[in-house]
């Protein structure tokens, strides 16, 4: 395919993944059997956010006249990715520079994301039969010319290891942090909600730990994360919740709760699943926001001034995911 006809074939599929297409439904039902974290509200929303960001076709020219992308390559090579599975369709934004840069891609899925991708490849042979030949799906990777890899720091060591000879791009855990000054609107609380919520704080891009003023009051985030409260229904995350409010019991240490959301005092930027992590600050922030923008395990960081509240789930078609430019990357391989 020469690169209108990749440009093609990626707007139509944002309309189909907004779709309630029979085939489209029944993709989500069974990617949700297979992981019961990925509800068929949340598979919808990250669906929705890809072809809203990624897929409409003057964001996707705009975009791709960032790069020198040659209508098609003489030579494409093959780049091996290796995608995570933490929340539906996250390793859709490689696999999506991979197609439009020209190049054939090798897939290693996640075992908790492996219906979602194939099925949007079966859909798209269906008019572009010759996306069979740039998307091939693998249990291992072997034979790329270059690798994207992204998993915890543990993989990271073994992508390193495997990986070296090749051009490489290696992702590891990452987290999303909020810098509060305590004069957050009703609206900003409620999106700041979203942060940390959406996904069941899966993501890289959601809020794990709260940077706050001295005596700030948490009431008011608390109540508006009642928004969320029917996670304590969904038996993983409720088991999440009963385990670590059991450890924070255990250990007799202070905590705050809604039900469904703990709060602890922790200076870790992770934090597990149901738990928020938060750390107070004196003066200003100013220092702490420097802090964090080098810091190699922030992936994102909310706040006035920085992202905006409700917007950590929305990144836009060239936010990487680690700051390394992934076009350029491709681009670079060129032979």
Not at 82 to 95: E, Y
Not at 158 to 163: A, G, K, L, P, R
Request: proline letters at 4%; glycine letters at 6%; charged letters at 20%.
């Amino acid at each position: 395919m020469n690169l209108q006809e990749r440009i093609l074939l990626l707007t139509e599929l944002g309309d189909y993944l907004q779709s309630d297409a029979p085939s489209w439904k029944e993709a989500i039902a069974a990617a949700n059997r297979q992981n019961g974290w990925f509800t068929e509200e949340f598979i919808r929303l990250a669906a929705s956010n890809i072809a809203t960001a990624f897929l409409d076709p003057a964001t996707i020219s705009r975009f791709a006249d960032n790069y020198q992308l040659e209508a098609a390559l003489q030579k494409p090579l093959t780049i091996g990715i290796t995608m995570a599975g933490n929340i539906p369709l996250v390793g859709f934004h490689d696999w999506f520079c991979v197609l439009l840069s020209g190049h054939k891609a090798l897939v290693k899925l996640s075992s908790k994301d492996a219906v979602l991708l194939p099925h949007v490849i079966d859909h798209l042979a269906v008019r572009f039969p010759s996306i069979r030949q740039q998307t091939v799906f693998a249990e291992m990777l072997k034979g790329a010319d270059a690798y994207i890899a992204t998993g915890s720091n543990h993989a990271a060591r073994y992508f390193d290891y495997y990986f070296s000879k090749y051009p490489h791009i290696i992702r590891k855990n990452r987290s999303s942090v909020a810098v509060l000054d305590g004069n957050e609107t009703g609206p900003e609380l409620e999106a700041l909600a979203d942060d940390i919520h959406l996904y069941f704080g899966l993501g890289c891009r959601n809020v794990t730990k709260l940077y706050v003023p001295k005596d700030y009051d948490f009431v008011p985030l608390l109540r508006t994360s009642e928004k969320y409260a029917g996670f304590i229904e969904h038996h993983k995350y409720k088991n999440n919740y009963d385990y670590q409010l059991a450890l924070l019991l255990l250990n007799k240490q202070y905590y705050m709760t809604n039900g469904s959301l703990l709060l602890v005092e922790n200076p870790a930027i992770f934090s597990a699943i149901s738990r928020l992590n938060y750390e107070y600050y004196e003066g200003n922030p100013a220092e702490i926001l420097s802090a964090l923008h080098t810091n190699p395990e922030v992936q994102c960081v909310i706040g006035h001034g920085q992202v905006p509240f409700g917007k950590a789930q929305c990144p836009g078609i060239g936010d990487y995911a680690d700051g390394v430019d992934t076009m350029a990357f491709l681009e670079s391989l060129k032979v």
